[in-house]
């Protein structure tokens, strides 16, 4: 559902997308990792997806997504397992503009 999102909101047919997986080894971030590719597979092949692991935690998740926009500069869409919030706080840092961007709902 969060690839099939962000491809229905993407004004764009390509572009560069970051993956944000979860923590490594956890069973729920293989399977939507494998759900998101399957899907993305599917429908968004014009796009290029950058992958980096993440964690459920705001301040690690800030500094992953930090490093990427670092070195990569610009996403056309987000999608993040956990720590939303400190994907947020990363493009905002970066001034970085709103993108589309699935993932959970955080409450903090």
Request: contains cysteine.
């Amino acid at each position: 559902m969060s690839a099939k999102w962000l491809i229905d909101e993407s004004d764009k047919k390509s572009g560069d997308i970051l993956e944000v997986r979860g923590l490594p080894t956890n069973s729920v971030d293989r399977d939507r990792h494998l759900g998101f590719r399957e899907s993305w597979n599917r429908q968004g092949n014009g796009f290029k997806i950058t992958k980096i692991v993440g964690s459920s935690d705001t301040g690690d998740s800030q500094k992953v997504n930090a490093d990427a926009l670092a070195v990569h500069g610009h996403y056309d869409g987000v999608c993040t397992q956990g720590g939303s919030d400190g994907t947020v706080q990363a493009l905002m840092a970066a001034k970085h503009p709103f993108v589309p961007r699935s993932g959970e709902g955080e409450n903090e």
